[in-house]
């Protein structure tokens, strides 16, 4: 994986882009004096403002807006630990579930709660075992009850496990599974359901240096239908999300450097699949792209990424139409983490900053959280430009695999202490650090052997005083960081202690950023 440069010098000229005057656009940058603040997800609200979910430091953060993006209300939950709400939807009674994790005294935990408009606690569940679980997407299912999806970690191969726990509408525990496919780590990222009740998952399942994504439906009490790998010998292929499309859903996948679109019918038979080249680079190991249907048939897809990957990915928003055929696409300056399609087809977007580019700000004290809106073209007054995007069609090779399945554990109370705090807001976009130079990583860092196993030495081409360096897992989590100083800054050795499976390397100092795959057998 090569990391890019987000923008070219002489593309901030391009920021002057035209928004149409009958729809409501901004932007804000939402951020706090003395804690970290991260957004995940947002959901519309029933007076059309919009609830925002992430965290505060070492608590869950919920904040609400309204339809201009005026904050009304701040809530920090705290757990006893570290806090994570990754996905927030709305219910069918006019309340919200978030799903996310929390981490204490070493053990990570599953959480989903379910909170009302004001965010108040209706219910709150935490679930515990042998695993560490943490979950990725939750939806309602037709029963008024919950499918959360996520993984299970492990201290033996496999490492990572697809987690699937099924909750009933009062948030009690009706089934679990934890899947394994032989010793390949694999997660589930998202669930859909049928017209028939069925559930359909998406995920992603390693092999060596390259990975597959893995489709399966299931009935509503967890017995498996049929399953699915979609697979490129050669590639990286990651399901990220799907959608709900008539006769059959689209999955938003991640291969290499691109993006694809992969329409399939409701018995997993792929009727297109759609390649986008993204010249700014993606992020493999970034569940945080989504996309949503539009009304007119197409779909609208942000790249996006993980926050603690520090923005050097491309933030892209892509419209396509109903065969996957480019409308339109976007630069937006800032983290994309996910996306609301308006009554007005215009688009509300939550993501994170600062960014690493060449615009004159300086990094702020702590990261910020932005709401952008957008018009029916993604136009915004200040964070947009229109890029180049390639579309080509794709291929890929179907074949049928098995789960083995185990339990992941028990479901408990989990009591909050909430507490209304402030948040800043100040109109504009998220920062940008000045001053990047592209650099292409190969040139770079050299890894040496990659694959590894028992040592990894790290070699650097450019002379610097010092440099963070920063491994992350395919998840996203950091695993590893060390302030490099003296020589270290030319060679640096490391005994593995990772569990075997793909990580990102990642180098940055005050000027440059970049990155590299790094494989541990």
């Known amino acids: 994986m090569k990391s890019k440069l987000l923008i070219p010098c002489l593309a901030i000229l391009l920021f002057m882009s035209v928004s149409t005057k009958a729809q409501n656009t901004f932007s804000i940058v939402y951020s706090d004096s003395t804690d970290f603040v991260y957004g995940y997800s947002l959901a519309r609200t029933y007076d059309n403002g919009y609830l925002v979910s992430g965290n505060k430091f070492s ?12 904050l009304l209300w701040t809530k920090e939950f705290d757990f006893g630990g570290y806090t994570f709400f990754k996905r927030i939807i709305p219910t069918n009674d006019s309340c919200f579930v978030i799903c996310g994790s929390v981490d204490s005294s070493g053990h990570t935990d599953l959480l989903c709660l379910k909170v009302t408009s004001d965010g108040d606690t209706v219910w709150s569940r935490k679930s515990s075992g042998i695993h560490d679980m943490q979950a990725f997407s939750v939806t309602q299912t037709y029963d008024n009850g919950y499918m959360l999806t996520g993984t299970a970690v492990n201290s033996s191969a496999p490492y990572f496990k697809s987690l699937l726990l099924k909750l009933d509408s ?46 399966f439906k299931m009935s509503a009490t967890g017995t498996v239908s049929w399953s699915y790998e979609y697979s490129d010998t050669s590639s990286l292929i990651l399901g990220a999300s799907m959608v709900t499309v008539p006769n059959g859903l689209a999955c938003l996948l991640i291969k290499n450097n691109n993006y694809e679109i992969m329409k399939i019918d ?41 926050p603690t990957y520090a923005g050097y990915f491309a933030n892209n928003l892509i419209k396509v139409d109903s065969l996957g055929d480019l409308q339109w696409s976007q630069y937006i300056s ?18 994170n900053g600062p960014l690493y580019g060449v615009r004159g700000m300086s990094l702020p004290s702590h990261p910020q959280i932005g709401i952008i809106r957008t018009d029916s073209l993604g136009n915004n007054s200040t964070c947009n430009y229109p890029n180049s995007i390639t579309v080509t069609s794709d291929t890929l090779t179907v074949s049928v695999f098995a789960f083995i399945d185990s339990s992941s554990g028990s479901i408990n109370n989990v009591f909050p202490i909430i507490t209304s705090v402030n948040l800043v ?35 650097f081409a450019k002379n610097a005083r010092q440099f963070n360096l920063t491994i992350c897992n395919v998840m996203g989590q950091e695993v590893y960081s060390k302030l490099l100083s003296g020589q270290e800054t030319r060679n640096f050795s490391l005994d593995n202690t990772f569990p075997p499976g793909m990580y990102i390397a990642v180098i940055r100092d005050d000027r440059f950023v970049y990155s590299k795959k790094l494989v541990i057998e």
């Open 59 to 70: 608590k869950g953060l919920l904040f609400k807006i309204d339809s201009a993006g005026a």
């Open 170 to 215: 009062s948030g009690n525990h009706e089934w679990d599974k934890v899947l394994t496919t032989g010793s390949a780590s694999n997660y589930a990222y998202d669930v859909k359901q049928a017209p028939d009740s069925e559930l359909i998952f998406i995920g992603y399942k390693e092999s060596g240096g390259t990975g597959s994504t893995y489709i």
């Open 266 to 306: 409701w018995a997993g038979n792929i009727e297109f699949l759609k390649s986008f080249y993204n010249t700014g680079g993606v992020c493999g190991g970034c569940f945080q792209s989504r996309f949503q249907p539009t009304s007119d048939l197409g779909y609208v897809i942000i790249t996006g990424t993980d």
């Open 334 to 351: 800032m983290n994309l983490a996910d996306i609301y399609v308006n009554a007005d087809n215009g688009y509300t977007l939550a993501g």
């Open 425 to 459: 807001s100040d109109s504009g976009c998220v920062a940008f650090l000045s001053g990047l130079e592209e650099i292409n990583a190969e040139n770079f860092i050299r890894i040496n052997p990659n694959p590894a196993s028992s040592h990894i030495n790290f070699s």
